[in-house]
């Protein structure tokens, strides 16, 4: 080697050889907290809209049977029949309603987490495949950075 090839060499800093070894495992830990918190946040804002769905059945089932106490004070027997009728149908509809918004939290969470691990990943190079997404995923759930057991 020459001296002004080991100049060259020298002046250049390591981090524009894209595709070195010592660059991808120094850039490892990187991504891997990347993804962890990238997953985090993910997950986060899923727990704070869980919280509002069940936040709001809880307002408006309170409100509702507040104002189911005060229709039984004074009622008869056919309006507590009335009554009862009302109230299993409003449980019924509540509780559909509920579940149903607790699904499409729950799946845009998990939609958004594997989003994430699928761009983590494509920032890598590669491109993933389903199987490298549930390892990556379960990954993040279990905190580790590496992937999960398969079963």
């Given at each position: 080697?020459?001296?002004?090839?080991?100049?060259?060499t020298a002046a250049r800093p390591m981090t524009e050889i894209p595709y070195s070894p010592f660059n991808l495992l120094t850039d490892l830990p990187r991504r891997q907290l990347a993804l962890m918190a990238q997953s985090?946040?993910?997950?986060f804002r899923g727990s704070q809209e869980l919280r509002r769905i069940q936040q709001e059945t809880a307002q408006r089932a309170s409100e509702?049977?507040?104002?189911?106490?005060?229709?039984?004070?004074?009622?008869?027997?056919?309006?507590?029949?009335?009554?009862?009728?009302?109230?299993?149908?409003?449980?019924?509809?509540?509780v559909t309603q509920y579940w149903q918004q607790l699904s499409t939290a729950s799946m845009k969470m998990q939609a958004e987490m594997v989003?994430?691990?699928?761009?983590?990943?494509?920032?890598?190079g590669t491109e993933p495949t389903l199987d490298?997404?549930?390892?990556?995923?379960?990954?993040?759930?279990?905190?580790?950075?590496?992937?999960?057991?398969?079963h």
């Open positions: 080697m020459t001296a002004k090839a080991s100049r060259v985090a946040t993910a997950l509702h049977y507040e104002e189911a106490v005060a229709r039984l004070r004074d009622c008869d027997y056919s309006e507590l029949m009335a009554l009862q009728a009302e109230m299993f149908r409003f449980n019924m509809q509540e989003s994430t691990a699928r761009e983590v990943a494509i920032e890598s490298s997404l549930q390892r990556v995923f379960a990954a993040t759930l279990n905190g580790s950075g590496s992937a999960a057991a398969p």
